[in-house]
């Protein structure tokens, strides 16, 4: 049987990308956040996840607003690497898992009524990568996990609903543990947190809000799923409501998961938080 | 209809359906340069590059000009004008200073940590 071990939020940041592959992540700037996933790695290490299912959004890397889906499931084995508009990342391409996307498929669209647009082909870039990076160092052989992007509409109003989001990750969590195979998954929420990259208010961070939602995600997830796009904007900026993804990740694991690790770091633009759960 | 946004947020654009429309044409201008051929031929002509997308002339005077609030304000979806700025050497944090009306160091000035760039 399916089983989610484990959630994990976090920012995804697009400067990380060239941080890693550069080998800078021990510069002063920069070790405060790489640090911070060193026990992080090792507690999934032990978890000995099978598949990741990443939470993420697309910056205009394969989808484009010629056709913009809500909800996006990758179906296929693997998955390229993309060109967001700074070139293609050397990196080792994606497996995914098949037998595991048909079966969140099946079960999200007949059970759970969750329409998803299916993806046979689906590049991923920094918003799936960047945590792929933080969480599951890759070698030239691979990723040491296989994963599945789920990818959401954060970024074209009207955007799915914080409480949609929660829902979708209940349903998720049904989902998996019907799935018949032994498997351990991982759901990873991503973006935010606080940010806004436009206007005069470029810049905008907001710590004290962003402490307040790793608060609530972990204490009270039912609750802080009622928050609206517009709070959110308000307080932490109009970039920051890709929050509601890490909604979902919070919604496929149980009400009383065990928060384990928890951190924040917002050198420049972005409050770069991170909180883990115990299924 | 829910009440997910309810009004103007200072100094924000949210980029909704009807910016989107109104941009749409920009921001298939700039996810074309998500390939390097497309790169170079934005580089090698820009005036050239510009034409297959139906622009309107004032469209592209805020290309020319590197106006991105501009771009912004014009319907360019935030994380699709980062694909101009990358073909044109301006960083995010180059683009910000700009629409705060700062010069980059005055920008840089405000953060926590300026190495994290
Ligand atoms: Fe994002």
């Known amino acids: 049987m399916g089983r989610i071990v484990g959630g994990i939020g976090l920012s995804h940041v697009p400067s990380i990308g060239p941080v890693v592959d550069r080998g800078r992540t021990q510069e002063p700037a920069w070790k405060p956040l790489f640090d911070a996933y060193v026990p992080v790695r090792e507690w999934l290490q032990r978890l000995k996840p099978d598949v990741a299912i990443v939470v993420y959004?697309?910056?205009?890397?394969?989808?484009?607003?010629?056709?913009?889906?809500?909800?996006?499931?990758?179906?296929?084995?693997?998955?390229a690497i993309g060109d967001e508009g700074f070139g293609t990342r050397s990196l080792p391409v994606v497996e995914g898992d098949f037998e595991l996307s048909n079966h969140l498929a099946q079960a999200l669209i007949y059970e759970h009524e969750f329409d998803l647009t299916l993806c046979q082909e689906l590049a991923v870039e920094h918003g799936f990568l960047v945590p792929m990076n933080l969480c599951f160092p890759h070698s030239t052989n691979g990723w040491p996990v296989r994963a599945i992007p789920l990818a959401v509409n954060v970024i074209?109003?009207?955007?799915?609903?914080?409480?949609?989001?929660?829902?979708?990750?209940?349903?998720?969590?049904?989902?998996?543990?019907?799935?018949?195979?032994?498997?351990?998954?991982?759901?990873?929420?991503?973006?935010?947190?606080?940010h806004q990259l436009q206007g005069k208010r470029f810049g905008f961070m907001n710590e004290k809000f962003d402490q307040w939602f790793l608060g609530q995600l972990e204490a009270d997830p039912e609750r802080l799923a009622r928050i609206t796009h517009q709070e959110i904007m308000e307080q932490a900026g109009a970039e920051a409501v890709e929050l509601i993804m890490w909604l979902t990740m919070r919604g496929a694991l149980s009400p009383q998961a065990r928060r384990v690790h928890r951190n924040y770091y917002a050198p420049m633009t972005t409050g770069m938080g991170l909180i883990t759960f115990e299924a | 209809?829910?009440?997910?946004?309810?009004?103007?947020?200072?100094?924000?654009?949210?980029?909704?359906?009807?910016?989107?429309?109104?941009?749409q044409r920009l921001n298939k201008l700039c996810a074309?340069?998500?390939?390097?051929?497309?790169?170079?031929?934005?580089?090698?002509?820009?005036?050239?590059?510009?034409?297959?997308?139906?622009?309107?002339?004032?469209?592209?005077?805020?290309?020319?000009?590197?106006?991105?609030?501009?771009?912004?304000?014009?319907?360019?979806?935030?994380?699709?004008?980062l694909k101009i700025g990358s073909v044109t050497g301006t960083g995010l944090y180059k683009m910000g200073a700009q629409m705060r009306g700062e010069s980059y160091d005055e920008f840089l000035a405000t953060r926590h940590i300026r190495g994290a760039v």
């Open chain 1, 57 to 79: 959004n697309d910056h205009g890397a394969d989808f484009t607003f010629d056709k913009y889906p809500t909800f996006a499931l990758g179906v296929a084995e693997h998955y």
């Open chain 1, 156 to 194: 074209q109003h009207p955007l799915p609903t914080g409480q949609r989001c929660y829902r979708l990750g209940q349903a998720l969590r049904a989902a998996v543990e019907s799935f018949p195979e032994d498997s351990k998954i991982v759901v990873m929420g991503t973006g935010g947190m606080s």
């Open chain 2, 1 to 23: 209809m829910g009440q997910q946004l309810t009004g103007p947020i200072a100094d924000t654009t949210v980029f909704d359906l009807r910016l989107s429309r109104r941009g």
């Open chain 2, 32 to 81: 074309a340069l998500c390939s390097p051929q497309e790169r170079d031929a934005f580089k090698r002509d820009e005036e050239a590059f510009m034409s297959r997308f139906a622009l309107t002339e004032a469209e592209k005077e805020l290309i020319r000009r590197r106006d991105f609030e501009g771009l912004i304000e014009a319907g360019t979806n935030i994380y699709f004008l």
